[in-house]
């Protein structure tokens, strides 16, 4: 099956610093992947959707010059949080579809915990 | 505004019960209905649904999708302990870009 490796999974860092999450598509090409963030015991909340080769869109809310999103192949995606605050603090997780498909099953990473001290 | 809603919010059974989840969805241009499970870290995939109608199961899964009335639901019979996650219902849509949008989740918990 179809895999998504999302790194690193569990980051510690002071305020004020830049942190990036890697995803990448392992298997197979993703034109397009999606940032989530996921705060305890709540559910999924789309953040922005990347797009190879292009600027990404985001969620209404999102900060683009907070949560920087760069898709430069068709294997990866980064996130990068810049002056991260301690209300960064969250699970961010990342998915792909498979380039093509029409309608097809999302694939996860398993997710990065940032903790912003 | 897109939304997808799930119902009930938690649910608490016993083992051997059988549970159904409910998830209901309003966006433009919908494609697509995932269901997904998550225990601790990412959510793993259950089903995918395009079509009204045709139910899809796998073991004690199962799961039906209605586009008339949009919305789904996830059938579990003889609940295990091992059964006890998150519940996530997704819908694919295009709005200017294809996305997908999750509900807000079905905290599932089987008692022995």
């Known amino acids: 099956g179809a895999v998504v490796s999302q790194h690193p999974s569990r980051v510690i860092c002071k305020s004020g610093t830049s942190v990036k999450i890697e995803c990448r598509s392992l298997?197979?090409?993703?034109?397009?992947m999606f940032w989530y963030r996921q705060f305890p015991k709540q559910s999924l909340m789309l953040m922005a959707t990347?797009?190879?080769?292009?600027?990404?869109?985001?969620e209404q809310g999102v900060e683009k010059d907070k949560f920087l999103i760069n898709h430069a192949s068709l294997t990866l995606s980064t996130l990068t949080v810049t002056s991260a605050h301690p209300e960064d603090s969250s699970f961010y997780i990342c998915?792909?579809?498979?380039?093509?498909?029409?309608?097809?099953?999302?694939?996860f990473g398993e997710g990065s915990r940032l903790t912003v001290l | 505004e897109d939304k997808v809603v799930q119902s009930p919010l938690s649910l608490v059974v016993h083992e051997g019960d059988t549970v159904t989840l409910n998830c209901s969805y309003e966006?433009?241009?919908?494609?697509?209905l995932l269901w997904y499970k998550q225990e601790k870290k990412a959510p793993t995939f259950l089903f995918m649904l395009?079509?009204?109608?045709i139910e899809k199961k796998s073991g004690r899964l199962s799961s039906i999708l209605d586009k008339k009335e949009l919305f789904s639901i996830l059938n579990i019979t003889a609940t295990q302990t091992g059964d006890s996650a998150v519940y996530l219902c997704?819908?694919?849509?295009?709005?200017?870009?294809?996305?997908?949008?999750f509900g807000t989740g079905t905290r599932l918990k089987v008692l022995a």
């Open positions: 998915s792909a579809r498979i380039a093509g498909s029409n309608t097809g099953e999302l694939f």
């Open positions: 298997d197979f090409q993703a034109t397009t």
């Open positions: 990347s797009n190879e080769g292009s600027k990404a869109t985001y």
């Open positions: 966006v433009t241009n919908f494609r697509s």
């Open positions: 395009t079509s009204s109608g």
């Open positions: 997704a819908v694919g849509f295009s709005s200017g870009t294809y996305k997908y949008i």
